[in-house]
């Protein structure tokens, strides 16, 4: 494939993703009322792991590689299983800015560990894009949380949720060299499911008495910001490298910010634009090229990863 169209493709799949995550804050504000943080994560993952099975069997993809197993059991533990549940029920304990803010390390890790572990490149405009975003991120943190409204125990679990994040995208990375984008996240998707089979007691007992909407946002965030939006991340991070994917996510609060005006009426104060709009400079710079590094555009393609998989099995 043209590796001009390949970018423009991985760049269009980034996009899906960070938009649909952004709306699945919305839709936990809204479910985490009637479920708890176990159930809703279980609830989820079932709904996932429901259209992805059925769009695999549709596509005819079999089971993935040997040598890709272990990365997607990794971040189906963390990422799919660990991740959501910690993430709900800091969700809890904070107010949505405070969690914002912590989860937001994410990305940050990300560009550590894949450096560190996958000999990711950390060019001067990606760490320049993550330092603006993050500092976006850190205003409209700050412009949305609410005095009072935090706990030790809200900021460790979000901290504990951005930790489990950075690890299950560096492990799903390698994964990616030898199995489909659909295969790592269908089965990733399933490991998580399995993770949280605990709460499945809580899920039916839950699901007896809770609204008719807050069932449906459980069903939204397991189809959308689950089956989709996972999808369409593997996609992308096949064709890039998890630093810059990681930057990449940072324009999900700015995108919270403008969903929640538009869809809650939360009229956004100026500290808080100002945040956003640094969050979204901020990933145009980290993903942005130089011109003499425009042409090594086919060596991050798709040409690298068989010998990053061989490593990993």
Not at 72 to 85: E, K, N, Q, R
């Amino acid at each position: 494939m043209n590796p001009r169209r390949t970018e423009l493709l991985a760049a269009g799949a980034a996009t899906v993703t960070v938009v649909l995550w952004a709306s699945a804050f919305v839709s936990i504000r809204s479910a985490g009322e009637a479920y708890s943080p176990g159930a809703l994560a279980l609830g989820r993952l079932l709904s996932g792991a429901l259209a992805l099975g059925v769009l695999c069997l549709v596509r005819r993809e079999g089971l993935p590689p040997r040598g890709a197993w272990r990365g997607i059991a990794v971040s189906g533990i963390l990422w799919f299983g660990f991740y959501m549940v910690v993430l709900n029920w800091g969700e809890q304990q904070v107010d949505a800015g405070t969690a914002a803010l912590v989860v937001n390390i994410g990305p940050l890790l990300i560009a550590l560990l894949g450096a560190r572990l996958l000999g990711d490149a950390m060019p001067p405009r990606l760490l320049a894009g993550m330092a603006v975003s993050f500092a976006g991120a850190v205003t409209v943190g700050l412009s949305m949380t609410d005095e009072g409204g935090s706990s030790v125990l809200g900021v460790v679990l979000c901290l504990l949720a951005a930790i489990a994040y950075a690890g299950g995208v560096v492990a799903q990375k390698p994964a990616l060299g030898s199995a489909s984008p659909l295969q790592v996240t269908t089965f990733g998707c399933l490991v998580g499911a399995v993770v949280c089979l605990p709460f499945a007691g809580q899920l039916v007992a839950e699901a007896a008495h809770a609204p008719a909407s807050a069932t449906l946002n459980m069903v939204y965030l397991g189809v959308f910001p689950t089956a989709l939006a996972f999808t369409t991340w593997a996609y992308a991070l096949a064709r890039t490298t998890a630093s810059r994917m990681g930057a990449t996510t940072y324009a999900v609060p700015a995108l919270v910010v403008l969903m929640s005006w538009l869809a809650l009426g939360e009229v956004p104060g100026l500290l808080t634009l100002a945040g956003g709009a640094l969050c979204l400079a901020g990933v145009a710079v980290s993903r942005s090229r130089t011109r003499n590094a425009a042409g090594p555009v086919t060596v991050t393609a798709p040409v690298p990863q068989p010998e990053k998989a061989s490593d990993s099995s």
